[in-house]
């Protein structure tokens, strides 16, 4: 039996995080994981909540976050980014599940995406894989 995982998805760039969610989901399927939930929220800065909402769940044994934090012209993002990462690290702590990260960035400029898209989100899996 696989073991069942979630995705969380920033929606601020929806469609490249779309493509990021089409991998990471061949990416499960290849590593003998059932993506059971898939959540889309607003933003990076959403994906915190959302994951401990996931990981706290008994059915679920991973989750996946996918997402861009682009580079702006003041220091938010990188604010922003530091504490979103610091959470999910905590949270992976606290539930002892693991969470792969798949958010490019933060600092990310549009250039930047479409060489990290399928890269990011299959190591999201992948790292998912590693640590159950």
Do not use: Y
């Not at 969380?8 to 059932?34: I, P, W, Y």
């Not at 682009?70 to 610091?86: C, F, I, Y």
């Not at 990310?108 to 899996?125: G, M, Q, T």
Request: charged share 20%; glycine share 8%.
């Amino acid at each position: 039996m696989s073991e069942q995982i979630a995705i969380v998805c920033g929606s601020f760039h929806q469609t490249e995080v779309g493509r990021m969610l089409e991998v990471a989901k061949s990416t499960a399927a290849e590593n003998n994981l059932e993506v059971t939930e898939v959540l889309w929220v607003p933003g990076c800065m959403e994906i915190p909540l959302a994951i401990d909402r996931v990981l706290s769940r008994e059915d679920i044994s991973a989750a996946s976050c996918l997402g861009i934090i682009e580079k702006g012209e003041t220091q938010h993002g990188l604010a922003m980014g530091q504490a979103v990462l610091k959470t999910i690290i905590e949270l992976q702590l606290v539930h002892d599940k693991p969470v792969g990260l798949g958010i490019i960035g933060p600092g990310a400029e549009a250039h930047h995406f479409e060489a990290r898209l399928e890269k990011h989100a299959a190591a999201s899996i992948t790292a998912i894989r590693a640590m159950l």
